[in-house]
C-alpha cells in the first residue's frame, strides 16, 4: 500500500513539472529537471494547501495542487537566478 502511494505521488509530481514546465515557458531547466521541480512543487503545494485548510479531491485535484506548487517554486528559482 505504501509502495503504490508513493508511485502515485511520484507520478503526480512528474505530471505537475511537465505542465507547470509548458505554463511558465522560457528557459528552463529541461525535462529532467522541469519533473524534479514537479515533484517537490508536489510536497510544497500540499504543505501550504494543508495549512490554509484546503484539501484537493480526486486526482485530478492533486495535479492542480502539485502544479500550484510547482509553479510558485519555479517562480521563486528563478527570481533568485536571476
Not at 485548510?53 to 486526482?59: E, K
Amino acid at each position: 500500500m505504501v509502495m503504490t502511494s508513493t508511485l502515485w505521488f511520484l507520478l503526480i509530481g512528474v505530471v505537475a513539472g511537465f505542465l507547470a514546465g509548458i505554463i511558465v515557458r522560457g528557459r528552463g531547466f529541461g525535462l529532467l529537471g522541469d519533473l524534479v521541480i514537479g515533484v517537490v512543487g508536489a510536497f510544497i503545494g500540499g504543505y501550504i494547501f494543508g495549512i490554509l485548510g484546503l484539501t484537493a479531491y480526486g486526482l485530478i485535484g492533486e495535479i492542480i495542487v502539485a502544479t500550484l506548487g510547482a509553479l510558485l517554486l519555479l517562480y521563486v528559482i528563478r527570481h533568485i537566478r536571476r
